[in-house]
């Protein structure tokens, strides 16, 4: 298969993967909404969601489909011919279409979850690989569970699905128990191996039980993956998805270690964060790497310092990069008299040395008392400096 190697697809889950976190489930208009600024920010492949599993769900699919500009479409479903059939009928209106189906292939889920033999689940991805590439050219299959399955068997698996139509193989780390040099491992494995890999694309797929989603995504990247698998504010199962916002920007960030490309109009990040969270209820933790409050706000003196001389010094990317207007000085007890000046510049008040020094001590004894001081508490603690002063005669 011919692509550009320094090219990542971004693959997005928000839709399906991410609406199966709980309390994350969103109704027709709001999937048709938050497609439509997937596409805009230029996502590959948004994965709309999963037909057979509901009417509602089959509708949305349908509907995004119908709309897409752009992305190509893709719905998931079990190595099962109804399945397969509905995905089918439902991405049917999308300009560019993809069936995305997957099977577990660990030990543990093979035994306990299908209760089937190795070789019966070969013979199934052969089977339903096969059957979904009567609708579509375009077929992604999955190795539920990859992360957790035994070399020489994931090695069959891939060969079967790439043998059968498959041009995407994606190997996911379902629960989130890889960390990145073993996941990286797995990849250069199936590169080695497999001697039908060069006619698909690897994709990864890292649930973050760990905190280490990103870090493992990047690093199966780097060890060939040329698809990632990702969410809007990292929504999920359990403790999340690998977080599109954070992939993004750490390619963009460092080039120099992360030599890709993709097509993410990273000045719509924040935009569609907060739409997400204004959709499902769930906002971000303010330190949330990217898109949380406190990702371009300082509050510490010596930073602020920092910042107002060259905002480099403790920013590696600006604000307007991800769609925000500006880095934000926050003023508490942390803060130091340079913020304080430039603070009260902005709110239009220029002190003397004497009335600043005394203004500063105020600020700093109201700052003591409570977590943040406002523009308003501001303004009023200058007018009751101003007449301080005026009553000592200065």
């Not at 609406?19 to 938050?34: D, I, Y």
């Not at 990849?187 to 080695?192: C, D, T």
């Not at 992360?258 to 303010?286: E, H, K, W």
């Amino acid at each position: 298969m011919s692509f550009d190697k320094n090219r990542v697809i971004i693959f997005d889950t928000t839709l399906r993967d991410g609406e199966q976190s709980p309390g994350c489930s969103m109704n027709h208009e709001e999937k048709l909404r938050m497609a439509r600024l997937l596409d805009d920010m230029g996502v590959d492949v948004i994965e709309a969601g999963f037909p057979i599993a509901s009417k509602g769900d089959f509708e949305a699919v349908h509907a995004i489909a119908g709309e897409a500009k752009n992305a190509v479409i893709a719905g998931l479903c079990r190595t099962v011919k109804k399945d397969i059939e509905a995905t089918a009928e439902a991405i049917k209106p999308a300009k560019r279409q993809r069936i995305h189906t997957f099977i577990s292939t660990s030990p543990l889920h093979m035994k306990y979850k299908l209760q089937m033999e190795p070789e019966a689940v070969i013979e199934k991805i052969h089977e339903c690989v096969s059957f979904a590439r009567n609708f579509t050219d375009d077929v992604e299959w999955s190795a539920e569970d990859g992360s957790r399955t035994e070399d020489d068997f994931l090695c069959r698996a891939v060969e079967t699905a790439i043998k059968a139509g498959a041009t995407t193989i994606n190997i996911p780390d379902t629960v989130g128990y890889a960390t990145p040099e073993d996941y990286a491992a797995r990849f250069r494995m199936l590169i080695e191996r497999v001697p039908n890999i060069d006619k698909a694309i690897l994709s990864a797929h890292c649930h973050n039980d760990l905190g280490l989603a990103v870090a493992n995504s990047l690093a199966a990247v780097q060890a060939g993956a040329r698809q990632v698998e990702c969410t809007i504010n990292g929504i999920g199962e359990r403790a999340g998805n690998a977080a599109l916002e954070e992939i993004v920007m750490a390619i963009r960030t460092r080039p120099d270690r992360l030599p890709y490309t993709n097509n993410i109009q990273t000045t719509m990040i924040t935009q569609v964060s907060r739409a997400l969270s204004d959709v499902t209820g769930f906002t971000c933790q303010p330190n949330k790497a990217i898109v949380g409050a406190n990702a371009f706000a300082h509050e510490s003196g010596i930073h602020q310092d920092g910042m107002l001389k060259n905002a480099q010094t403790y920013e590696i990317m600006t604000p307007e990069s991800v769609g925000l207007d500006k880095s934000e000085l926050v003023l508490g007890k942390h803060s130091g008299r340079h913020a304080f000046r430039k603070k009260l510049e902005a709110l239009g008040y220029k002190l003397g040395e004497n009335a600043l020094e005394d203004a500063f001590a105020r600020f700093k004894d109201l700052a003591d008392a409570q977590k943040k001081v406002s523009d308003d508490e501001l303004i009023a603690l200058v007018a009751q400096n101003v007449a301080h002063m005026e009553r000592k005669g200065i």
